[in-house]
Structure formats: C-alpha cells, structure tokens
Nanobody, 123 residues
Framework: VQLQASGGGLVRAGGSLRLSCVASGSITSISAMSWNRQAPGKQRELVATSTQGGNTNYADSVKGRFTISRDMANYTLYLQMNSLEPEDTAVYYC??????????????????WGQGTLVTVSS
C-alpha cells in the first residue's frame, strides 16, 4: 500500500499547478485524505483535507486559491492551486487514512504518506 504524489514544478507567481496523489495496493477503503506542505526551515503544515463524506477544510492561507478534490473510483486525490504566491513554495505531501489487509489477512487502519512533490513559485 502506497501513495504516489506528482504534479509539482516551477511556476511564476500568479500561475497554477495541479497536484495528484494516487493510492495503490490492496486497499479496502479510504477515509480522510489530506495535503500538507513543508517549506524550507519550517514545520510541516496542513493545507487541505477531504473527508470520506465529502467535507473539505483549508488552511486560511490557501482559502479561495486552492481546491482539494478526490476521485475515489481511481483512489486519487487532487489539489488545484491557483494564484500561486512565492510563500507557497514547499514540498507538498499527501496522506490518506487507509483500511487494508496485510498478506496474512490482518486488518490494518493506518495513515499513509506519499513521498512529496516540490512546488517552487518564483516572484
């Protein structure tokens, strides 16, 4: 079971990027999924969350600019980022609360993290 994030890159201020995070493996179900980010020299912070029931929450710093969405048919989480600012420069990580079975049939509920994708916004 793993998460694979992609979509990061270099963009000018005011531009847009769309991040994707795909969950793979023998997953039974996914509840909450989130995007977090860590800027150089700073602690990791929560950016946006999408619950299984369809509720979303955003950090104040990205409200109105970022949109989180999920395609559960394909176990994929997205983050549409518009009006990017240099302060958005960070490594973006996705995570998901997964329910799955191990190889020996043991049920597991676990928060799994993706590897991160770098977003750089130039001024």
């Amino acid at each position: 079971v793993q998460l694979q994030a992609s979509g990061g890159g270099l963009v000018r201020a005011g531009g847009s990027l769309r991040l994707s995070c795909v969950a793979s493996g023998s997953i039974t179900s996914i509840s909450a999924m989130s995007w977090n980010r860590q800027a150089p020299g700073k602690q990791r912070e929560l950016v946006a969350t999408s619950t299984q029931g369809g509720n979303t929450n955003y950090a104040d710093s990205v409200k109105g600019r970022f949109t989180i969405s999920r395609d559960m048919a394909n176990y994929t989480l997205y983050l549409q980022m518009n009006s990017l600012e240099p302060e958005d420069t960070a490594v973006y990580y996705c995570n998901a609360d997964l329910f799955y079975y191990t190889y020996d049939g043991t049920p597991v509920v676990s928060r799994v993290w993706g590897q991160g994708t770098l977003v750089t916004v130039s001024s």
